[in-house]
Every structure is written in structure tokens, then in C-alpha cells.
């Protein structure tokens, strides 16, 4: 079974959870979470996340961690930020495991995903960034990954929360009504891209009608 958002962090062979591929005007780096190191709850809930419908349709985990909850109540995204547990990483030191035998350096994977989608590698960031915290007036802190043991902090401005889609709403709400919404303008999203990279495909190789 193929798993996205899966990766290992080359330089100490450490799992993780690659939160965001590339960064707004950043895009050799990306955004990660290790999980060796997590609290049980937020391990189990995370891979939890990553395994589900949810999880593995979205083109960055980040965005499905910005609108989903641990079991405390805490918003993923928000909570690993506040904690210091959002670690940014070049993109050669990270390689993705879709499955047990096989890995890709995400450089090369972010490539090959900008060459399919006709696009340069820096256009592959969310146009405005998507912020940890709902309040547009915070900042993501990261942590640059050097040695093990010497994690030299760093920030980065990863701006408002903001995405095509109604599912990256300001305002957390968590009523049924709210994540009904959010869940429709998610597919309605999905819809529209669908049907463009149809459009794509056939400009590249028009479906052949039978006679």
C-alpha cells in the first residue's frame, strides 16, 4: 500500500511526517515533524490521520492538520508549532517512503510533481503560506536540523492562513455544520483540479474513441 506524507530525515535515519513539501518562497525547503520523540496521543493521532481518506488525498498534510484536533482538543498544526515540535529541512535531506521498499529524495519528488504540473519547483508552495496558528499575527517557529543534538532555532514566516478552499478557514470551528462546509468547499477543490489535470492529460494524449 502507497502511504504519502511518510518520510526519514537522511542525515540520523529518523521517521517523520513531512507537514509541508516546500515553503513559500522557500521551496529547497520543507516543513516536517519527527515522530520519534512525540507524546503517544500525538503519534498515535497523527499516523492515524496520515493513514486516513483524509490524510492521503491531501497534497500537504499541513492542511488537514490545520483543521483537525488531537485528543486533547488542540489543533495539530497549532499545537506542534507551539511546542517547538515543526522542524524545517532541506529537501535533499529528506526521503519519502511511500512503502517498505522503496524512497525517494523529496527534491526529486517535488520535481517530478512541478514537471507534471507544468509548473517551477517554488510554485509548488500554498500561494500564502498556511499559518500554525489561526491568529494571522503569529509565525511559525522552526528549528533548522543540523547535528542530533545541536538544533539551531530559526524562523519562518509562513504568513496568513489562506487556500483556495473554504477548508482553510481562519477561524477554527469544530461544529458539525462548520466541518460540513469546509468538507464540501474541500470537494468542490478536489473537483475542479481533478478536471483540469483531465484537461492536461488529454492535451498531452487525447483519449483515442473507439469506432
Same mark, same amino acid.
Given at each position: ?113 512541478? #514537471? ?6 517554488? /510554485?509548488? +508552495? ?5 499559518? @500554525? $496558528?489561526?491568529?494571522?499575527? *503569529? ?30 478557514? #481562519? ?6 455544520? /462548520?466541518? +460540513? ?5 474541500? @470537494? $468542490?477543490?478536489?473537483?475542479? *483540479? ?18
Amino acid at each position: 500500500m502507497e502511504m504519502k506524507h511518510v518520510g526519514r530525515i537522511k542525515t540520523n535515519g529518523k521517521k517523520c511526517i513531512v507537514v509541508f513539501r516546500t515553503l513559500p518562497g522557500d521551496a529547497y525547503n520543507c516543513l516536517i515533524a519527527p515522530t520519534e520523540n512525540l507524546p503517544d496521543s500525538y503519534h498515535d493521532a497523527i499516523i492515524n490521520l496520515v493513514e486516513s481518506s483524509g490524510g492521503q488525498s491531501s497534497n500537504e498534510f499541513g492542511e488537514v492538520m490545520a483543521r483537525s484536533n488531537f485528543p486533547d482538543g488542540s489543533v495539530m498544526l497549532a499545537a506542534l508549532h507551539t511546542q517547538g515540535r515543526l522542524i524545517k529541512v532541506s529537501t535533499d535531506n529528506i526521503e519519502m517512503l511511500p512503502n517498505s521498499t522503496t524512497s525517494i529524495q523529496l527534491s526529486e519528488l517535488n520535481q517530478i510533481i512541478a #514537471e507534471q504540473q507544468g509548473v517551477a519547483v517554488d /510554485a509548488l +508552495a500554498l500561494k500564502s503560506g498556511v499559518a @500554525a $496558528d489561526p491568529k494571522p499575527s *503569529q509565525k511559525v517557529e522552526v528549528q533548522e536540523v543540523g547535528s542530533v543534538s545541536d538544533m539551531a532555532k530559526e524562523t519562518a514566516d509562513v504568513g496568513k492562513t489562506t487556500s483556495s478552499s473554504a477548508a482553510m478557514e #481562519e477561524t477554527v470551528d469544530q461544529s458539525p455544520e /462548520a466541518q +460540513a462546509k469546509r468538507f464540501r468547499s474541500e @470537494a $468542490d477543490r478536489l473537483a475542479k *483540479q481533478a478536471a483540469e489535470m483531465r484537461r492536461k492529460a488529454e492535451e498531452l494524449a487525447p483519449t483515442k474513441k473507439a469506432k
